[in-house]
């Protein structure tokens, strides 16, 4: 099936610790995004990429981190200076960013929650 | 600051019944205005993208409204179902960029 993957669907981190969310797409998309959703408030965008080998900062990327080696791949790391990392992370990808015909999807989404 | 408003924050209806969304932004340049269904623990699912020339976009019982003067859009559901029950999410696009509402979040009850 063509889509956007994203795993574990639930992951637990202890204070401290790094931990590192996969996102998968098997749609030829150049454009992966990563954004954090919490209670009330809009999706923030953290980071994302245009091209393999290229990422951009958003608006909230203190405390991650992410890498674009192959185009299918865009995985972040939540390191240990986000201070405030439980949330909801959702990862989406787009043929090209922005225009009209430009449609994004989402993948399901991983919770993390530290512990 | 680029900003995108949704009223009302929550909302309960009865199933059969019609419903409308708003979303009001401030957001320049305008490129499209998308709106996105999302069910509780899932990512989001586009519904319609609307660019600055369309006024309405239907997709099925959803119907999506632009007003580029106004920068107001609005979400029509009309004969609700139970399966409708989700946070409904507008979304402005300039240039690269997206901005998200904050959602409405929709109960439609039995």
New interface residues.
Partial sequence: DGGITQSPKYLFRKEGQNVTLSCEQNLNHDAMYWYRQDPGQGLRLIYYSQIVNDFQKGDIAEGYSVSREKKESFPLTVTSAQKNPTAFYLCASSKRTGGRSTEAFFGQGTRLTVV | KNQ?EQSP?SLIILEGKNCTLQCNYTVSPF??L?W?KQDT??????LT?M?FSENTKSNGRYTATLDADTKQSSLHITASQLSDSASY?CVV???????????TRLSVLP
């Fill in positions: 995108v924050q490129s499209n998308r996105y623990g899932r990512g989001p699912v586009s993208i660019t999410i696009v300039y240039g690269q960029n997206f901005v998200f509402g904050p959602g």
